[in-house]
């Protein structure tokens, strides 16, 4: 590539942000490269891929969820048709309630206007006795599901390695320059470059400014041969059915750690947290962590660079990723490409300009 035909955009990063912001601008017709080393312990590969409406310990509408939800469906099913794989699984989730006063509140909830959609009033109650913890009731969620987000990426990754879009390297950021026609790196031109770097973004200096709190996760796959696997279950932490008698359970939340990889007394707490709430027998397959790119505010960050008009940012996608990136990717897309507005509650201007 000469430096007179400069690709159209750099992406650093193949999680879930980068992926879907890459799909869409080839979509678009846009030209791309992507960077990304392989890291079998980022967020995104070991993610739960939980999507659900509810907010359960509030009982509150998961942000922008009218929106956001269906915009995703459609974006996963349109993958699913394009490379004749099944990605994303719809699938009712049970809230378990252990008091009256909680199937109370949850009653009260599933009665309001703009939230009543969202609940299905059949439950198995009785498939789920003796198996789980006591409870009054279960709650009956629609429009949730989960994103195999494993061979969501990988199908991605293969189909961009071998079209020579992909480089699979780490980024080094003392190879990256501006110069007048954009962003210089190792000899390639590019007009913009994306970062989609998860939590890393703390150490680029060109975003270190953002207020981001990582969190670490850990999750575990069991084997429960006597749980039933038509939902998923809800008390606290997720039991996602993975078919042949396997579920992803999680997560814990750890803002003070040293690495990205699973620990002692993170598993212990998973193996709490999982005999807290199922009582049939089950056994451990693995155990997985990952560092969750959050920001302060809890929402993306998405947009410009206070001081480059090449260098953007797509992330912050937090817990709720495979829920918000189709959106906002598209937003963005729209707004690189046709110069669109991004809602300020993800631009990433609201930590820089003046109220």
Excluded at 286 to 313: C, L, M, Q, W, Y
């Amino acid at each position: 590539m000469s430096a007179s035909q400069p690709k159209d955009f750099l992406i650093v990063g193949q999680g879930i942000a980068g992926t879907v912001i890459a799909s869409l601008l080839e979509k678009s017709g846009s030209g791309f490269l992507i960077i990304d080393k392989l890291n079998p312990n980022s967020s995104s590969r070991v993610a739960a891929g939980l999507v659900n409406p509810i907010t359960g310990r509030r009982i509150v509408k998961t942000w922008m969820a009218d929106q956001i939800i269906p915009f995703a469906q459609k974006y996963y099913f349109d993958m699913e048709s394009m490379f004749g794989i099944s990605f994303f699984q719809n699938v009712d989730a049970l809230e378990l309630t252990s008091s009256v006063h909680e199937w109370n509140e949850w009653s009260r909830r599933m009665d309001e206007q703009g939230m009543s959609h969202y609940f299905h009033p059949d439950s198995p109650n009785e498939s789920y006795r003796d198996k789980i913890k006591e409870f009054v009731k279960l709650v009956r969620i629609t429009s949730s599901g989960w994103l195999d987000l494993s061979s969501f990426l990988t199908a991605f990754r293969t189909k961009w390695r071998n079209e020579n879009l992909l480089d699979e390297e780490h980024f080094d950021h003392t190879k990256m320059q501006i110069i007048e026609e954009g962003i210089s790196y190792k000899g390639e031109i590019f007009k913009n470059i994306i970062f989609c770097e998860g939590y890393l973004c703390s150490e680029n200096s060109y975003w270190n400014w953002i207020p981001m709190i990582p969190a670490k996760g850990e999750i575990a796959i069991i084997e429960s041969k006597e749980l039933p696997e038509n939902f998923i279950l809800l008390s606290g932490m997720f039991f996602i059915p993975l078919g042949d008698h396997l579920f992803r359970c999680g997560a814990t939340y750890e803002w003070n750690f040293t690495d990205e990889l699973p620990s002692a007394i993170g598993k212990e707490k998973l193996l709490t947290m999982i005999n807290d709430v199922i009582k049939t027998e089950w056994t451990l397959i693995s155990h997985t962590a990952g560092i969750r790119p959050t920001v302060k505010d809890r929402r993306p960050v998405i947009g410009v660079h206070p001081e480059h008009k090449n260098i953007f940012i797509f992330n912050g996608m937090g817990t709720k990723g495979v829920m918000l990136a189709p959106y906002f990717a598209d937003q963005f897309v729209n707004h690189l490409l046709k110069e669109k507005t991004i809602d300020q509650e993800v631009d990433v201007a609201r930590f820089y300009k003046k109220t």
